[in-house]
């Protein structure tokens, strides 16, 4: 939307998800810390045939890809090479 002139260059980051148009927060040192520590506290915690996603597109439907902290997704069904059918398990934000 920024590349068609919707938005200032200078605007933040933006997502519109479910047609709502979502304001994202820089990714600052604090913010990655605590990325990372999740990450790793999530990684130890499950099944090693399960996967956590970080900062990573997700295709919910259609329309939204947002671009979650962390997914910890539900078992893949496969559509397609790039499509992942569940509902995962996501935080927006830390």
């Known amino acids: 939307m920024a590349d068609a002139g919707v938005f200032d260059s200078d605007r933040r980051r933006m997502e519109l998800v479910g047609g709502h148009l979502y304001e994202m927060p820089p990714i600052g040192t604090p913010h990655l810390i ?40 539900a078992p893949p069904t496969r559509k397609s090479e790039t499509e992942v059918t569940g509902l995962p398990c996501c935080h927006r934000g830390v």
């Open 34 to 73: 605590v990325v990372t520590r999740l990450q790793r506290l999530f990684e130890r915690a499950i099944d090693e045939d399960l996967r956590v996603l970080v900062q990573q597109p997700l295709i919910v439907d259609q329309f939204d890809e947002p671009q979650p902290d962390l997914v910890h997704p």
